[in-house]
Structures are given as C-alpha cells and as structure tokens.
C-alpha cells in the first residue's frame, strides 16, 4: 500500500518519513543543500503490533518493542511517497498522487491552519480521488499546549465540508519522536489495504528512473537502467519481457514520433529487499537491460511499464470531461476560475506523466487538447488539470479522460 505525505513546504513531511521509516528521502544533492524535496521521495515501513500493550502504544515500525523490548508481530508494509511542497514543484506533486492510495496530510502546529500548499495539496487530493486521509498535526514541540489546542482547532475550521472532514487528527514530533504509535495506528485503522487484481495484464507507472553505475566505472561492470514506480495492476516477474511506453523520441525527416521501448526485467527491488516478482501496491525498483543513458536524470518519469502489446493506448490528443474549481487555491488571492478557451495552454497530470496541452475545442464540459507529449492511459483514467495564473502553474479541476 502506498501512503502519500502532503503539505505546505517546511512543515516536516521528510523528517515524519524519516522518523517511521529510518530513511530519509531527500538524496538528491540540491535537495540537501536547500533542505527541501524537489523529487519525489519514497521509503518503506512495516508497521508491527506488540501484545504486551494496547491502543497506540502497541504499534510501532519496529521489530522489537520501543517501550518493552519483545519481539513484536508484523501487520503489513506501507510505502510512503514524499511528496515536494514547494508552490513551483506541484507537478511532482500531482504525478506522485497517481500512486497513492491514502494520504498523510501534514500540517506544522509552528503556522497559522491553513497555508497556501496545505489548501492546495488537499484539493489536490480530492481531485484525484484520495479520500483515505491522516492529518498529522506536526512540530507540536515549538508550541505551548493552548497553541496546539488552538492550532488543532484551527485544522477543525479548514477540513470542515471537505473529503479530509472526519479524518483522524493526530498530534506529532516527528523532530523528538513524540506520538508516533498514535499515527502509526491511525494508518493501519484509517487507510485499509485497497482491492488490485493481480491477474489482469500488468502496468506500472514510472515514477523515477536512475543511472546507478558510478562515474569511472567498468564497461565490464555497468548494470542497465533502473525505474521505479508502483504496479497498480497485474505482476511484474524477473526475466519478464516489458515495453515501455510512450517510449523513445525519434525524429525524421521533419516529423516527430515515438516509439516504444522493449527490454527485459534482470531485477526486481522492493524496500531494500530483492523479491522475484512486483505485485500491485508499494513501491519498488526494477532493473532492466536499458542503455543506462536513457534511465537517468529520471528521465522515463511518467512512462508506463507492462508486457508487450498489453498496455493502453499513447495518445497526442486527448479529449476529456472537466469539472472545474470555483476558485484558485494555493495563491494569495483566491482567483474566481474562468472557462477553459481556446488556444490556452494548460499543465495537464495523468498517472506519473505530467505534459503541456493546448486546447483546440472547447464544449459545454468536455475538452479536446494537443498535447506537446504524449501519455499512456485508460480511457476513463483521472486528470488534474492547471492553467498559469500570475505566472505559475494552479490547479483548477480535473478530467475523465474519454478518448
């Protein structure tokens, strides 16, 4: 199962992470100097129960007991995606929801409930049918106790009518560690493991993709190129055949096309474990015979992964039924949104894919768009859609996707 971790920039998403899982998931080097996430991050945990204990002191990420020291009984394994929250980095955020199946909606208690991205990423959420959702109320220790209480009430206020407007609010440290069996067993409680149908053919969604041969390598030692992602359907297995699609960009005599990529899996990483087949939910990483120049720098983000001539369709046009927001969120100003019209260029997010649309015909509540990339999806499939508003990218409503 895959746990999203959402919320307005520097209010403690990686460091919760860290906290539950003992990884922390900003690796990129610019991420470290700035001290945000700019890609998606992801890290495993699985969540134990001890006997000894009831209610949320029973539930910890760890073998053995925090408070006893017993061995304790495993339940199951989440992955948590570390969403950016950064207003600039919402596309990473919205291709990061299309493998989500819950969400932890992480809101500092050090800030005034809500901030522009905390508006966002719930509406976010809404639109792309995530209604599983945690409020993690953070940093609970830079605040005295009427602030949280106030703070808490404040969160109240801002779910009210919305999906979020009986989740669990749970107060943390993820910094000192405080509270965490309490969110632990809100997870395992709130966000049950979802139905998947391992038989039907598989489709993965890239959600990165990695050079690991290290600068000087080898000839002799170079590995092929890594994707990471989730299995939403179906099962992946080592020594599988797989195509990738959209696939390559190929240009020739003045035309544009792409084509498809075939490989072959050698290896399947899930966690830190090596496994022989990906099965629907968590997420994992998958060795393939690739040129590793065409894996790196992500640069398959977006992409979907299945066995030959089993994937859905590549389309350069789209055309879609949209449901529109009333207004922007996320910006200072709450913006009334305006119809879609013609010729405008919206950002367009199907599953991990994220590319630019201009519209070329517009109806009542259905759009058709041109796409400057094209993406790989089911029809019926959901789209959340942004236009530019003062210059940066708003989400303003979603798609179904109808051919």
């Known amino acids: 199962m895959n746990i999203g971790v959402v919320g307005h920039v520097d209010h403690g998403k990686t460091t919760l992470v860290s906290a539950l899982t003992g990884v922390w998931t900003d690796r990129h080097s610019e991420e470290l100097k700035r001290g945000i996430s700019i890609r998606l991050g992801y ?17 910890c990420t760890t073998p053995d007991c925090p408070i006893c020291g017993e061995k304790t009984v495993p339940l199951r394994t989440v992955s948590f995606v570390d969403a950016p929250g950064h207003e600039t ?3 990473t955020m919205l291709s990061g929801s299309a ?18 991205q905390t508006k966002e990423h719930l509406m976010a959420l809404s639109l792309v049918g995530i209604q599983k959702i945690v409020i993690v109320q953070n940093k609970i220790d830079v605040v005295s106790q009427k602030d949280a209480l106030a703070h808490y009430q404040q969160i109240k206020k801002f779910v009210a009518g919305t999906i979020a407007e009986n989740a ?67 099962v992946l297995k080592e020594g599988d055949d797989i195509e990738i699609r959209p696939g390559l960009q190929i240009q020739a005599e003045n035309k544009i096309r792409w084509e498809p990529i075939m490989t072959k899996i050698t290896s399947i990483t899930a966690g830190s474990k090596k496994v022989i087949e990906a099965d629907p939910g968590g997420l994992m990483g998958i060795g393939t015979k690739l040129d590793p120049s065409l894996t790196k720098s992500d640069a398959l983000v977006g992409q979907v992964v299945g066995h030959p001539n089993a994937l859905p369709p590549v389309w350069d046009k789209l055309t879609f039924k949209v449901t529109l927001m009333e207004r922007v969120v996320g910006a200072d100003s709450e913006i009334v949104i305006e119809p879609l019209k013609h010729k405008e260029p919206l950002m367009i997010s199907v599953g991990t894919a994220v590319t630019v ?20 999806a089911d029809v019926g499939s959901r789209i959340a859609i942004s236009r530019q508003v003062s210059g940066r990218w708003r989400l303003i409503g979603m798609g179904v996707l109808v051919g």
């Open 99 to 116: 493998l989500m199946d819950g969400a932890m909606l992480v809101i500092g208690a050090n800030e005034p409930c809500p901030q522009p």
């Open 357 to 376: 649309g201009v519209v070329v015909n517009t109806r009542k509540d259905q759009v058709e768009a041109i796409l400057k990339r094209p993406v790989c």
């Open 43 to 59: 890290a495993d945990a699985t969540i134990y129960l001890c006997k000894n204990h009831t209610g949320a002191d029973a539930y």
């Open 168 to 234: 669990p609010i749970i107060p943390v440290s993820a910094q000192k560690k405080i509270n965490l069996g309490a969110l632990i067993e809100a997870l395992h409680t709130t966000i049950p493991e979802p139905e998947r149908d391992a038989a039907a053919d598989p489709l993965m969604l890239i959600a990165r993709s990695f050079d690991i041969n290290r600068p000087g390598s080898s000839w002799k030692d170079l590995k092929g190129g890594v994707v990471g992602g989730s299995v939403i359907r179906g």
């Open 89 to 91: 980095l919402m596309a």
